[in-house]
């Protein structure tokens, strides 16, 4: 069982580094279609976020890890919830057709915080000890 959580959460992983490309893409989202596209992407993404911390949990429950270590994960994947969460709402005023640019600035700000977590999660997790 142990080697399915593995293999799911080095998928989920892949798949995360959506997150990463996601600031870059941000700024292309002033189209309608692009954003919806994003809007999409990201919705995708939430799910495979929370595949990836029902795996990773599994996994931790079987291995010896400190306190530190967990409390900081934990942390970095509910920033990387909060943050694929609230970028919701911008995207969707994208697709609308808001060019005030108040969504886009938001939706930047929201996707490199997510984007800076998941870099602090990969570093945490290629490095654990």
Known sequence: MYQAMYIVHVLSALAL???IL???LAGGATNPSTAKALHRANRIGQYVLVLAFLSGGYMVSKA???VLWMVLAVVF???MFAMTGMAGKPLKQLIAGDSSGTALRKLR???LIAGVSYVLLLAMMLGPK
Do not use: A, G, N, R
Request: no cysteine.
């Open 64 to 66: 010896e890890y400190s």
């Open 109 to 111: 700000i929201f996707t």
């Open 77 to 79: 994947i509910l920033v």
């Open 22 to 24: 996601l600031p870059f």
């Open 17 to 19: 580094i959506f997150y």
